[in-house]
């Protein structure tokens, strides 16, 4: 089922914007000492950086096979295998081997045996066609270089009816001027940019998906939007939002969302 192993990973050939990405997530997973990963080896654990609960909407059944793409610490790994059963299987592909590590310290001491770690890339999902019933992400396509790529990937591993199911960020507000969108998304992860509703709607039926909807449910106010670019130094942001009425445009325009669609 594994087809070439996360060749990008393995080859160091990821993009500059990739390997920022990953070197931060090393570090989040680092920063788990073992205790706490034995402590929190099912339930939540501090390295979750998720914006949504994609598995409430995903309605997993007994025997299903899931892929988690940017599975990250594992959290929603452990609730799936534990709604698949034996009888089903998941698998948590991410790029960041400090966090696959940590992921699969939980799954052994969670005892979960239908568990697979995938080392790879969203953008090049390492599994055959048509090989999985249910797609979750949470809060990891904001973070993606190529997004209709990463959506394409998606849809191919999915088999005829299969769902997709993830939790992502996107921009409310389709007439926020481009430069502010352009400065603004990063601060929430959208380091590629960001997705209105209705472009996020077009990538999907791009990708070969139907019966989609993006639901916006958690706006950003506009000071969440400050307090996080100044503790993570996008200053060229804060500069550009120094003015109120830029701030009052980027007040609940991004929001993260849940995203579902079929195949
Ligand atoms: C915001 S964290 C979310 C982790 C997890 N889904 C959660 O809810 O806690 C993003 C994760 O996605 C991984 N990631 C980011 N971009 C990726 C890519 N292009 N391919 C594979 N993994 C990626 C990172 O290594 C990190 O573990």
Same mark, same amino acid.
């Given at each position: 089922?594994?087809?070439?192993?996360?060749?990008?990973?393995?080859?160091?050939?990821?993009?500059?914007?990739?390997?920022?990405?990953?070197?931060?997530?090393?570090?989040?997973?680092?920063?788990?000492?073992?205790?706490?990963?034995?402590?929190?080896?099912?339930?939540?654990?501090?390295?979750?950086? +998720?914006? /949504?609960?994609? &598995?409430?909407? %995903? =309605?997993? $059944?007994? !025997? @299903?096979?899931?892929?988690?793409? #940017?599975? +990250?610490? /594992?959290?929603? &790994?452990?609730? %799936? =295998?534990? $709604?698949? !059963? @034996?009888?089903?299987?998941?698998? #948590?592909?991410?790029?960041?081997?400090?966090?696959?590590?940590? =992921?699969?310290?939980?799954? @052994?001491?969670?005892?979960?045996?239908?568990?697979?770690?995938?080392?790879?890339?969203?953008?090049?999902?390492?599994?055959?066609?048509?090989?999985?019933?249910?797609?979750?992400?949470?809060?990891?396509?904001?973070?993606?270089?190529?997004?209709?790529?990463?959506?394409?990937?998606?849809?191919?591993?999915?088999?005829?009816?299969?769902?997709?199911?993830?939790?992502?960020?996107?921009?409310?507000?389709?007439?926020?001027?481009?430069?502010?969108?352009?400065?603004?998304?990063?601060?929430?992860?959208?380091?590629?940019?960001?997705?209105?509703?209705?472009?996020?709607?077009?990538?999907?039926?791009?990708?070969?998906?139907?019966?989609?909807?993006?639901?916006?449910?958690?706006?950003?106010?506009?000071?969440?939007?400050?307090?996080?670019?100044?503790?993570?130094?996008?200053?060229?942001?804060?500069?550009?939002?120094?003015?109120?009425?830029?701030?009052?445009?980027?007040?609940?325009?991004?929001?993260?969302?849940?995203?579902?669609?079929?195949?």
């Amino acid at each position: 089922m594994v087809r070439a192993q996360a060749d990008e990973v393995r080859q160091n050939t990821l993009t500059s914007s990739q390997a920022a990405i990953q070197q931060h997530y090393a570090e989040v997973a680092e920063e788990v000492t073992e205790e706490v990963a034995e402590i929190a080896a099912s339930g939540s654990c501090s390295a979750d950086r +998720g914006c /949504g609960k994609p &598995l409430e909407r %995903a =309605a997993l $059944q007994p !025997g @299903e096979v899931v892929l988690d793409l #940017g599975c +990250g610490a /594992g959290s929603e &790994l452990l609730a %799936a =295998a534990a $709604q698949v !059963g @034996e009888s089903g299987q998941v698998f #948590g592909l991410d790029m960041t081997p400090q966090m696959l590590a940590l =992921a699969q310290s939980r799954v @052994e001491q969670a005892g979960f045996s239908n568990i697979k770690l995938l080392p790879g890339l969203i953008e090049n999902i390492p599994l055959a066609d048509a090989s999985v019933d249910v797609v979750i992400s949470n809060c990891v396509l904001n973070l993606c270089d190529d997004k209709p790529r990463a959506l394409a990937e998606a849809a191919r591993v999915l088999r005829p009816a299969g769902r997709l199911c993830i939790a992502d960020i996107i921009l409310v507000a389709a007439d926020l001027p481009l430069e502010t969108r352009r400065l603004t998304a990063p601060i929430l992860g959208c380091t590629n940019g960001v997705l209105t509703t209705a472009e996020y709607l077009a990538a999907l039926a791009a990708a070969g998906f139907s019966d989609a909807s993006v639901e916006p449910y958690r706006p950003y106010a506009a000071r969440t939007l400050l307090q996080r670019a100044e503790q993570r130094g996008h200053n060229e942001a804060l500069a550009h939002l120094s003015s109120t009425i830029r701030q009052r445009s980027v007040d609940n325009a991004f929001a993260a969302a849940n995203i579902q669609a079929r195949k």
